[in-house]
């Protein structure tokens, strides 16, 4: 079972036991302002002097500590913390392109061969090893996909466009 399938579930369960916690406390609470002699006594302790009260923040602690560790662990994933491997260097990423939310094209080189691979939830397929290799310099790969260079570079455009209207309102008058 997949970690976002279960931790959709388990969301669902604690929604609906939170609910069921805090009407628990909300009406131990009313029952205790409303008849404090007759709360204190019978409804709201539990065997051992433990009141409802104090179990239902024992079990929303658990569960809020249980929440927090499975959503770190889904957060880890899903920002693939420890993803690098450090290899003996034979096998190398040279580019990939997202197609979907899951699916990409990778471009992998294997000794002196490139191979075009496609990732899907379905699997890895082998689509093209390329005839002539690509150069891909690792500086120019990091920042040419970057958001902050496609910005800048929109911005520098719409710039020297604003320049060139002003340029040329100034020479018609």
């Given at each position: ?35 404090n002699v ?90 093209h ?32 466009q ?12």
């Amino acid at each position: 079972m997949s970690i976002v399938i279960f931790l959709n579930r388990f969301l669902r369960c604690f929604t609906t036991l939170r609910g069921v916690f805090f009407t628990q406390i909300l009406l131990s609470q009313s029952l205790y302002a409303e008849n404090n002699v007759l709360a204190k006594t019978s409804s709201s302790s539990v065997a051992g002097g433990i009141s409802a009260m104090q179990i239902s923040q024992i079990l929303g602690g658990l569960l809020l500590v249980l929440f927090v560790i499975f959503w770190g662990a889904w957060l880890a994933k899903k920002l693939k913390f420890g993803a690098k491997i450090s290899g003996n260097g034979l096998i190398k990423i040279l580019s990939y392109l997202p197609l979907g939310t899951r699916e990409k094209l990778i471009l992998v080189s294997v000794g002196d061969e490139q191979i075009l691979i496609s990732s899907s939830p379905q699997g890895i397929s082998h689509i093209h090893t390329l005839q002539k290799n690509i150069i891909i310099p690792e500086n120019e790969a990091e920042s040419t996909s970057s958001f902050a260079v496609h910005l800048s570079q929109i911005l520098q455009k719409k710039s020297l466009q604003k320049n060139q209207q002003n340029d040329k309102k100034n020479r018609d008058q």
